[in-house]
């Protein structure tokens, strides 16, 4: 079955309609559809149509929107919470190296401390912070 102009924006408008509201997520759907339907044995747009809807299940493309947006941020929290906990373990390293070194008198003792203070309180402590803040909300 062939598509039309007008039962592409058909589909587009009905999936906009739908509550699906990523331009990108919106445009893979539509394609999607589009190429069930073509490939379908459906020769009627309407049942076609219908029967490429219901493929996704009751609030499949609801849904599906969900699980993008949740893949889409999680990649961003997994890599927040590497940076913060790398963060962490850097001032740590640095802050018990710098009192090792201050205990011997060695000379730099003063430079890691201050690192390790500085790593911790601009980069550790405000990572922990949001992401605390971010859990409160979900």
Known sequence: MELTTEQIAFIRNDIAQRGITMPALADS?????????????????TIAYRNAIVAFGENGLHETQQKTFFLLTYKKVIFMKATMYLLAYIAVFLCSTGLLFKMQHWPGASIMFVLGIVILNLGFLPLFFYDKYKRSLA
């Open 29 to 45: 759907l539509v394609d999607h559809i589009c190429c069930a339907i073509e490939t379908g044995t459906e020769t009627d747009f």
